[in-house]
């Protein structure tokens, strides 16, 4: 699955528009708490005691102009400065968003985990599992590489779906669900079609075994069968083979990987019949 493709849906931002944490109430002043925010770092603004709400202001006035860097160090100085506000809870969040929009996916995430992890109950905690599974997804590579940044997406889509079905990033996260399936099981093909030109037979029905029995909903399904009737005609395992077409062909009937799996077993005289008692026939059965 092209990378590119996989994007294409971006972050709806509901109803964490940047008017909505305008500060309302003018010349409120909280008492700074020094020496709560951990160790300063070059990131970190000069220290200059400042009532929250000027802060904060400043920093959406950076949101709002597009400016997400000074952002993220405004919002840094309000959590710093003013811990236990209110202001310093929707900060967090929104410095989560601002180091997403540039890139830094893992201080968005931190940012997020650390919300969910003090504010369990809060409202919002189904957008902060949103920011933390977008921020592993725009670092999805293509399948030729390291897929750990897909699955933390995945991890990351099914949690929030898992704990808030009828939230408003629910129905997002189901279809990048779908599209981080389809890139596991592009990797297990990958890696299958290079055992089979290997001839390493069994490590390849290995991996198209996992596409079928775990990502059976995929693109890549077809191609998995169809692979599986090579693998099994080249080790003499008939009987699993012709199960395989025969599923392919009751699915996918129309495809070039049935005509592909059918045309293997008519060059050895066999058709396509399916074994009730195969593995691929009872994989098939607990999904459809």
């Given amino acids: 699955m092209d990378v590119a493709r996989m994007r294409e849906a971006r972050l709806p931002f509901g109803r964490f528009r940047f008017s ?46 597009g400016r997400y860097l000074p952002a993220t160090k405004e919002f840094d100085e309000v959590e710093r400065q003013h811990p236990y506000s209110e202001w310093a809870r929707r900060s967090m969040l929104m410095n989560a968003y601002a180091n997403y929009k540039v890139n830094k996916y893992n201080e968005a995430i931190l940012s997020a985990q650390r919300f969910i992890s003090l504010h369990p109950s809060n409202r919002d905690v189904p957008y902060a599992y949103y920011l933390i599974g977008l921020s592993y997804y725009e670092q999805i590579s293509d399948v030729g590489r390291d897929q750990r940044m897909t699955e933390n997406a995945l991890a990351a889509f099914t949690e929030l779906v898992r704990r808030f079905p009828q939230s408003e990033y629910a129905r997002d996260a189901r279809l990048k669900i779908d599209l981080t399936h389809d890139h596991l099981a592009g990797k297990e093909m990958e890696i299958g079609r290079y055992y089979l030109n290997r001839r390493d037979y069994v490590a390849a029905i290995n991996r198209f075994r996992i596409v079928i029995e775990k990502y059976q909903t995929t693109t890549h399904t077809p191609e998995a069968l169809q692979r599986l009737t090579e693998a099994y005609l080249s080790l003499g395992v008939t009987a699993e083979a012709q199960t395989a077409a025969a599923i392919l062909g009751y699915n996918f009937p129309g495809s070039d990987w049935y005509e592909d799996g059918y045309a293997l077993l008519a060059n050895q005289g066999l058709e396509p019949v399916e074994n009730k008692d195969s593995w691929i026939s009872r994989a098939w059965k607990t999904v459809f």
């Fill in 20 to 65: 909505s944490f305008r500060a309302l109430a003018a010349g409120a002043v909280l008492a700074a708490v020094a020496g709560l925010a951990g160790c300063s770092s070059s990131d970190e603004l000069p220290y200059e005691e400042r009532p929250v709400e000027q802060i904060y202001n400043t920093a959406m006035d950076h949101m709002e102009a």
